[in-house]
């Protein structure tokens, strides 16, 4: 994926001395392009991830809790105590995100840092007792925010959409994730 650092700098160096564009051009331009707000990928993902935490607000009734740090809670029940950085690829996080994330949850009294007794250069992160009661009486509801969010869709239609998506991600270099997507397609 290509990413543009210098798109500002890069568009004024070649607007300089070139004509303003008329109205009528840029809707050419526009009308050529296929832009399709409604129909693009991103925008369509992004409304269903609003609608998802709108489910998560609803039904999780936490305040204070967001749909990530739920994930890293239920993470850390699953695999228990886990290196901050092996918690932010099985969470699929970038590590200054997954810090932040434990900073939060470290303060609401869910988890706890260490320093890791073979190597003092990691943190270990685990739950604290209230995380794990917390964590565990929410499992249940976090289920039910997914069965919300696919409700009008069938069994069917989950699977080959739950499939569907992780096949766009299967690919982004995180070992976990993808093993788990080729294992469900070989399945």
Do not use: C, W
């Not at 250069?121 to 685990?126: C, H, T």
Request: charged letters at 25%.
């Amino acid at each position: 994926m290509t990413v543009f650092q210098n798109t500002s700098e890069d568009t004024r160096e070649q607007a300089r001395g070139a004509p303003a564009l008329t109205a009528e051009e840029l809707q050419a331009i526009f009308d050529r392009s296929g832009f399709d707000l409604e129909n693009h990928p991103a925008h369509i993902v992004r409304r269903v991830h609003q609608r998802a935490g709108v489910h998560f607000q609803q039904i999780m009734a936490t305040e204070n809790l967001s749909p990530t740090q739920f994930a890293v809670l239920a993470t850390i029940l699953k695999h228990g105590a886990v290196s901050q950085s092996r918690l932010s690829r099985l969470t699929a996080m970038d590590p200054s995100t997954g810090t932040v994330v434990v900073r939060k949850l470290i303060k609401q009294g869910l988890v706890q840092r260490d320093s890791s007794p073979r190597d003092g250069r990691l943190s270990i992160v685990s739950l604290t007792e209230a995380g794990k009661r917390f964590t565990a009486e929410r499992l249940g509801r976090s289920v039910d925010v997914g069965r919300a969010l696919l409700s009008e869709l069938s069994d069917e239609e989950q699977t080959q959409l739950l499939g569907l998506l992780k096949r766009l991600y299967a690919d982004e270099g995180i070992p976990e994730l993808a093993s788990e997507v080729t294992t469900r397609r070989t399945a």
